[in-house]
């Protein structure tokens, strides 16, 4: 047999991520396994290579998955809010910090000011920082913009970056993130533009997959979300919700009753907003990491979302004002210590569940013919990784074939 561009050898295991059922059962490991890789994907999986690799890696006793997909970010964007953190440090809280003219607005005034090169020259960094934890997809979001062209224009560095670096990037519009300076007493001024502007360049342009607005006392209200959201998906845009965060406000019931892809946050949501993500199929995107940072607790019911049966996403949502982390770990740390998943599940909220909330059911899998990205870990079990607290034991990332680390 012709050799393979690349084979992966001497694991513990390979979790394929390809089961049914629980947490544990999806995982589907395939203990001792080696893994083929050409042309960029998945050739072969099994336990005896049927053929040698012009480039081989051994995983020594590690265990190997799916790249990790970071499905909710905010890394484009300029300025800095360490200042607020103190604030909070202080006492004050997230929502007071913004109702006093900080917070969103605060990294609005520095987005706007910053050029598309500076953009993707701060944004670099931090997307290096996710791929050596083992990131090789990431969801970006607009919404520093706040005015049609800046929010075009990161949009735009989004795409660029795509191609500058090695994590693939999928655009999400924001345009409804925060009410603009200039839209206090017109906010539905901004949502019309928003809907008669904004949205039909996105979606020609093809720069967004995914239309996502914040509800909230301090954002857009269910009515302004939904006239939005029907209007991207009449232009293909895929609907998402940032909801139930620091307010209760009955959102994961109108992300089920929008159909939308995934419904984010979740720290405030009811028992009935549980069962409606259920109902609809909906995938809940957990941010552990914000609700630690920016002080904003509880922390989202994450086991009664999984006993429901919703599918659970991780992120790290790293953002400038309520989590300024890239680390996948403590993400995964906190979602069991905090949000009672097991490591499984956690597991799963970086690779297959994250896959299937930014609609690439391709990724966060292994099997013969997906994408070949992989990381390799350099212990034996994927338990260790929320156990190792906020460490990260990434030993090599492999991107479409290629090993980067
Ligand atoms: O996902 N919830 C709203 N948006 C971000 C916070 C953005 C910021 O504070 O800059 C989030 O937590």
Known sequence: MERFDLLIHGTSEILTCTGEGRAEAKLAPLVGGALGIRDGRVAWLGTEPPARGIMELDARGGFVGPGFIDCHTHVVFAGDRSGEFEQRCQGQTYLEIAAAGGGIARTVTATRAASEAELIDLALPRLERLLRHGVTTAEVKSGYGLDLETELRMLKVIRRLGELQPVTLIGTLLALHAVPPEFKADRAGWVKK????????????????????????TAFTHEEARACLEAGRKRGLLPRLHVDQLTPNGGAQLAASLGAVTADHLEQISPE?????????????????????????????????????????????????????????????????????????????????????????????????????????????????????????????????????
């Open 194 to 217: 928003v809907i008669d502007e904004l949205l039909p360049v996105v979606a020609a342009e093809k720069l967004a997959r995914f239309n996502d607005v914040f509800v909230e006392q």
């Open 273 to 405: 907003g549980i069962a409606a993500l259920a109902a609809a199929g909906t995938v809940a995107v957990l941010a552990p990491t914000s609700t630690l940072f920016a002080k904003a607790r509880p922390f989202a019911p994450g086991r009664a979302l999984c006993d429901a049966g919703v599918r659970v996403a991780l992120c790290t949502n790293c953002n400038p004002g309520s989590s300024h982390s890239e680390n996948v770990f403590l993400a995964m740390g906190l979602a069991c210590v905090e949000n009672g998943l097991t490591p499984a599940e956690a597991y799963l909220g970086f690779t297959r569940h994250a896959a299937d909330a930014i609609a690439e059911p391709e990724l966060g899998r292994l099997q013969v013919g997906s994408p070949a990205d992989v990381v390799i870990f350099n212990t034996s079990s994927y338990r260790a990784l929320p156990y190792h607290f906020a460490m990260n034991d990434v030993a090599h990332v492999v991107k479409a074939g290629r090993p980067l680390y």
